[in-house]
């Protein structure tokens, strides 16, 4: 099993939840057993859909008390992030591509309270996030192409999954690598075992199906991932 330090948790994403009853969704969630909760921030510029704004995060955070993951894919996140820390967001994740000024960002965000993450699309070499990891408290390791849910994980993923695992071991960081899109009890396996603790779950939690029981089959499976870790 992982070690008792690298708690693993899965954050049901509202994106694939029913919009006209977000309460309800929030409400199953919960009572299902979720860590937290994901919220896609999308502007129609970085990625080609629309989403959340603070006022959404808001209304969230005034119906729950587990930490909200606020995943920002937006261009110029350092115009954005003072409004969705007050709406109450707990971390969040900025991308790497979407902004020139990442260390100050960084610790922008720390300054405003909350903790902070970056993410990397598929295609972005796992590189570019190293100067940042010391002052990381997430690593988003995207497994699709942002802005739909829906799509299928990616396998060229678990590497860099991996890389960032160890990458942040050796810094003795307690940052936690974070694995979003198309996470089924599949493919939570092998991400597990390459090492992701944060687990963002969409369709498998929402689409169909008793919330609780899928929550309670992916937490199994991650845990049967993190029993045969890749060392």
């Known amino acids: 099993m ?3 330090s690298r708690r693993l948790r899965l954050a049901p994403s509202l994106l694939s939840a029913d919009f006209a009853d977000l ?7 919960e009572a299902g057993g979720a860590d937290a909760f994901h919220l896609d921030v999308m502007d129609g510029h970085f990625v080609p859909n629309i989403s959340f704004g603070p006022a959404l995060v808001r209304a969230v955070r005034a119906r729950t008390r587990l930490p909200l993951d606020v995943h920002l894919m937006i261009e110029r ?3 954005f992030v003072e409004a969705f820390a007050k709406a109450g967001g707990d971390t969040l994740v900025f991308h790497l591509e979407a902004t020139v000024a990442a260390p100050t960002l960084v610790e922008r965000v720390h300054s405003l309270g909350a903790r902070v993450g970056a993410a990397l699309r598929p295609d972005t070499p796992f590189e570019n996030v190293v100067p940042l990891l010391p002052k990381l408290d997430q690593v988003l390791v995207m497994s699709v192409n942002p802005g739909f849910s829906g799509q299928s994980f ?3 993923a678990l590497p860099k999954i991996r890389q960032a695992r160890r990458a942040l071991d050796a810094l003795g960081s307690p940052a936690d690598v974070s694995v979003d899109g198309g996470v089924t009890p599949e493919t939570a396996v092998g991400a ?3 090492g992701a ?3 963002v779950c969409g369709n498998s939690v929402f689409a169909q199906g008793d919330v609780a029981e899928n929550l309670k089959t992916l937490r199994a499976s991650v845990a049967e991932g ?4 890749v060392h």
């Open 2 to 4: 992982a070690p008792p």
């Open 23 to 29: 309460a309800g969704a929030i409400r199953l969630a």
């Open 77 to 79: 996140p350092e115009s």
């Open 154 to 156: 990616l396998p060229v």
């Open 192 to 194: 597990a075992q390459h």
């Open 197 to 199: 603790t944060f687990f």
């Open 226 to 229: 993190a029993g045969r870790a």
